[in-house]
Antibody, heavy 118, light 108 residues
Framework: EVQLVESGGVVVQPGGSLRLSCAASGFTFDDYAMHWVRQAPGKGLEWVSL????????YYADSVKGRFTISRDNSKNSLYLQMNSLRAEDTALYYC???????????WGQGTLVTVSS | EIVMTQSPATLSVSPGERATLSCRAS??????LAWYQQKPGQAPRLLIY???TRATGIPARFSGSGSGTEFTLTISSLQSEDFAVYYC??????????FGGGTKVEIK
């Protein structure tokens, strides 16, 4: 059974930093690209970032480019999102999602909540 | 960026009735469109990809159609477990994947 478990979400002040983690199991992690997708409270879904199976290629939404860094450790079956210079508008539930052909998402975690507030 | 617009924002339907949800793209996305279902407090679940292919385990009452800029998700006979928010997502303009704003299907 595919499982994705996110962690690391907390309340952080504007301008602060945070690293989210996603532990994957139930599939061959290093065969797949992975994504982060976020959802602001009561709002819709926003794609954040994508990393290739080997970590060699990364992509970001314009809203986070230059502030967020996606990475992975295939030896630990783990995905990460380093978030710097956080803003109030980054407040959201952050999901990690398993990729299918760099196109859609077939499995999602339950999300971890990041709140940016003073 | 390709903007995805879903309508209506809220759809009130009685159990057993048909629900038709629309998704429009600001430019052609060919058939590169997926649909997701999200229930309160849960992660999204993949329903449809390639505009019309049901994902594994998705009941046949869910069907997708369309291409280019106009897409439809149809639920042929609404069951109690189908009341949720539905999102469309384009993946034609890769990697700038974008979602629609969602349609909430509520009990009439």
């Amino acid at each position: 059974e595919v499982q994705l478990v996110e962690s690391g979400g907390v309340v952080v002040q504007p301008g602060g930093s945070l690293r989210l983690s996603c532990a994957a199991s139930g599939f061959t992690f290093d065969d797949y690209a992975m994504h982060w997708v976020r959802q602001a409270p009561g709002k819709g879904l926003e794609w954040v970032s994508l990393i290739s199976w080997d970590g060699g290629s990364t992509y970001y939404a314009d809203s986070v480019k230059g502030r967020f860094t996606i990475s992975r450790d295939n030896s630990k079956n783990s995905l990460y999102l380093q978030m710097n210079s956080l803003r109030a508008e980054d407040t959201a539930l952050y999901y990690c999602a398993k990729d299918v052909s760099s196109s859609w998402f077939d499995y999602w975690g339950q999300g971890t909540l990041v709140t940016v507030s003073s | 960026e390709i903007v995805m617009t879903q309508s209506p924002a809220t759809l009130s339907v009685s159990p057993g009735e048909r629900a038709t949800l629309s998704c429009r793209a600001s430019q052609s996305v060919s058939s590169n469109l997926a649909w997701y279902q999200q229930k309160p407090g849960q992660a999204p679940r993949l329903l449809i990809y390639g505009a019309s292919t049901r994902a594994t385990g998705i009941p046949a009452r869910f069907s997708g159609s369309g291409s280019g800029t106009e897409f439809t998700l149809t639920i042929s006979s609404l069951q109690s477990e189908d009341f949720a928010v539905y999102y469309c997502q384009q993946y034609n303009n890769w990697p700038a994947l974008t979602f629609g704003g969602g349609t909430k299907v509520e009990i009439k």
